[in-house]
Each structure stands twice: as structure tokens, then as C-alpha cells.
């Protein structure tokens, strides 16, 4: 059964400093994983789309790779700002379905 | 073009009542979905639906039923609530591989 796993929960980080977010999922056999944006009472917003064939994918500010062979995804997020604040989530795609991890929250910018 | 929409926001019932939850998309998309999202839990799958008029079960369908009518609709129902539906329903909708999310309906069963 694929799971998927965000450490850590939250990340309080100062401004303009580079961000770090990490996704981990335990079976190598995906589509794609794709990255969300949640807002606080919203629906999901999505960032990138990472193909199984890419290694990365880059809109802006945002870089997300892929490993799929060790099971991992990074989001970097450059220069961070205070309208960064939300929480992030990544969903590995297998046939039809996709399955979420809990999400990072950042959280107070300083 | 509107994208995914869903009716209503916010509802209370109380438990054994029933109700339909309606997600709408005008992206022409095959593949829709029903989540639901609680405090420490992240996005469950509720069921899902390939094409109209098929739909199949998620990872928690219990207590739910949905239909698949129209390519455009995906319909939710609750045929007697009980307070654990007590959620934030999620319904998406995917295309070229990128999943596409509603606001949200907040529903508190008493």
C-alpha cells in the first residue's frame, strides 16, 4: 500500500530565506506526484505537476524534483514571503488514484 | 469557465438526516473524485469515477454513495449522517494527468 509522508509538519522559516520541503512515498511505482498549495479554509491549489519520465519542474519561485527511485520529491521555494504562509502538499499519482501526504505548514515569518 | 465548483459551502445536520453533495466541472474531464479532510488525517479518498456513469469505491466509502450521471456531475450522498462524516469534502476532477480542486463543503453533522 503506497503511503505517503511530509516532515516536518510545520516550518517556521525567516523571510527571504530558501525553502525546503520534503516528500518521501514507499512504492516507486507512480505516474507522477504532483504539488498543492492550501490555503486556510480552501481548497487545494496546484503548483507542479512532475511527470514520472521528469526529474523536475520549475514555474517561478517553486522547483520541485523527483527520485523516484528512492522514493522522494523536494519543493524549493526561493526568496520566501510572509504571502508563502499556507500549507503544502504532495499526492503521488498510481492508476486513477491519488494518494496525499498530511502537508508542511509554514508558518511565522519573521 | 468556472472550473470546479460545489454546492453547498456549509450545512449542519443532525445524525439520520441524509443529503447530496454536488460537484460540478466544466473542463470536460473523464476522472472526478470525492475526499474528505480531517484535522491530522490529509485528504481520503471517498470514491471516484472514471467516465460517466462508472464510479468505484475509495479508501473510506463506508456510510456514502455517489453517482455519475453526466460527464460534468459527481454527485455525494449521505443516506443517514452520522457525527464521524463530521468533515471538509473535497471534490477534484483531473486532466492531462493534474488534479483540479472545489472549494470545499464544510459539513458539521450534530
Known amino acids: 500500500k503506497q503511503e505517503v509522508t511530509q516532515i516536518p509538519a510545520a516550518l517556521s522559516v525567516p523571510e527571504g530565506e530558501n525553502l525546503v520541503l520534503n516528500c518521501s512515498f514507499t512504492?516507486?511505482?507512480?505516474?507522477?506526484l504532483q504539488w498543492f498549495r492550501q490555503d486556510p479554509g480552501k481548497g487545494l491549489t496546484s503548483l507542479l505537476l512532475?511527470?514520472?519520465?521528469?526529474r523536475e519542474q520549475t514555474s517561478g519561485r517553486l522547483n520541485a524534483s523527483l527520485d523516484k527511485s528512492s522514493g522522494r520529491s523536494t519543493l524549493y521555494i526561493a526568496a520566501s514571503q510572509p504571502g508563502d504562509s499556507a500549507t503544502y502538499l504532495c499526492?503521488?499519482?498510481?492508476?486513477?488514484?491519488?494518494?496525499f501526504g498530511t502537508g508542511t505548514r509554514l508558518k511565522g515569518f519573521s | 469557465n468556472a472550473g470546479v465548483t460545489q454546492t453547498p459551502k456549509f450545512r449542519v445536520l443532525k445524525t439520520g438526516q441524509s443529503m447530496t453533495l454536488l460537484c460540478a466541472q466544466d473542463?470536460?474531464?473523464?476522472?472526478m473524485y470525492w475526499y474528505r479532510q480531517d484535522p491530522g488525517m490529509g485528504l481520503r479518498l471517498i470514491h471516484y469515477?472514471?467516465?460517466?456513469?462508472?464510479?468505484a469505491k475509495g479508501e473510506v466509502p463506508d456510510g456514502y454513495n455517489v453517482s455519475r450521471l453526466k460527464k460534468q456531475n459527481f454527485l455525494l450522498g449521505l443516506e443517514s449522517a452520522a457525527p464521524s462524516q463530521t468533515s471538509v469534502y473535497f471534490c477534484?476532477?483531473?486532466?492531462?494527468?493534474?488534479?483540479?480542486f472545489g472549494p470545499g463543503t464544510r459539513l458539521t453533522v450534530l
Open positions: 477534484a476532477s483531473t486532466g492531462a494527468n493534474e488534479q483540479f
Open positions: 512504492d516507486s511505482a507512480i505516474y507522477n
Open positions: 512532475i511527470q514520472s519520465s521528469q
Open positions: 499526492a503521488v499519482i498510481g492508476t486513477y488514484k491519488y494518494i
Open positions: 473542463m470536460n474531464h473523464e476522472y
Open positions: 469515477s472514471v467516465g460517466e456513469g462508472t464510479t
